[in-house]
């Protein structure tokens, strides 16, 4: 941890009275370089319909953060390309990954809400990061593995280089936390050794550029330029699974629309995917131990934990020992009551996409502003000549 930067514990969800959390302001624009202050930052694919998973898992935490931090909160379109180059409607996704935020109720005039393309500097960093990486650590990684399939070869040198991109994409504002799913952990331990090998490699540049923050790597006390940012992870849905297989991950590329709950679904889309959600012959255990092995029935009590802001516990003593014919249905009129209101601004926001456009190029505008003076010092710290 930096000296002279706030612990991880600043950082609460909504709701902690204990919270010693910076407050929402306007201290992103202040000229504080010289110290890691907290600040969220996380991001959203444009890459089709947002289900449940990136609800659970990314934006209802977004949402809890924004009272007691500094966020900001990206559609990283320029992700979008990596694994799908031509897109018919990306611009239509872009909005609709924004409608989201704010239908949630992230808040984009306390806050940032923008797209990743808007900034170049994303692009720029990603670059020096791409340098600073090594192809081994990429090659390692899980995401790219799924995707790429058997044919690696083939796969776009974007969809490589992504986790470069992403660390890019925090690091640009020097932000200290990312709320993400479960399946994005790799990815920010990547961030954090590109971080830190960027930190070590310039660490007499940075000195010398009187930029960065003394901090320990390790024992070894060394200056560096970066933060290495904090996952923020936990929560009783960190990986939600998909509805016929409790073993994979719910996906937005899944070919079953079955498989998961997208935030577009009305009403009976979802009472009919939980009543179809596979599941075993069991009724549900008497405690949480009895979950174990039992994917599909696991996978349901953290959605119903997760959606009514319980722990998984609270849910066993409440329904253990039911059958899943009274469980699916209690869980089924809660994922309407919670979703419905915001499936309902989405569409509103939707239809109007000036407003949408307004939001995003204001927020496009203020992180620039930021993302500018981070990106001047890491020209200044490599060497470039500006
Ligand atoms: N199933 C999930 N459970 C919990 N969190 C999830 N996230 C995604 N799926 C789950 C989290 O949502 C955020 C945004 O994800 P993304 O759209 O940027 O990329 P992704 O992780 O690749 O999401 P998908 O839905 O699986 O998309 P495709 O099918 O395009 O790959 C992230 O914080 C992610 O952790």
Redesign the pocket.
Known sequence: MARGARSPEDITPAGDAESRALRPSNSLFEDDMNTFKPLVF????P??NL?L??Y???IRKFVALQENNDCIYCV?DL?AIT?QLVHDDLRGQIRSIAAAFIASGIDPKKHIVFNQSAVPQHAELAWVFNCVARIGWMNRMT?FKD?AGKDRENASLGLLAYPSLMAADILVYRATHV??????KQHLELARDIAQKFNIDFQDKIRLTDTGVDMVVGEEPIHGYFPLVEPLIDGP?????SLRDGTK??????PSDLSRINLMDDQDEILKKIRKAKTDPEGLPSDVEGLKGRPEADNLVGIYAALADKTKEQVIAEFGGQQFSVFKPALADLAVHVLAPITTEMRRLMDDTTHIDAILRDGGERARARAEKVMGEVFDIVGFLR
């Open positions: 996380s991001g959203v694919q890459t089709g289900h998973g990136n659970l898992g990314a990283v992700h694994a995401q995707k709320p993400v799913g479960d399946d994005q849905a960190p990986r939600v699974m991950k719910m996906s937005k590329s899944d």
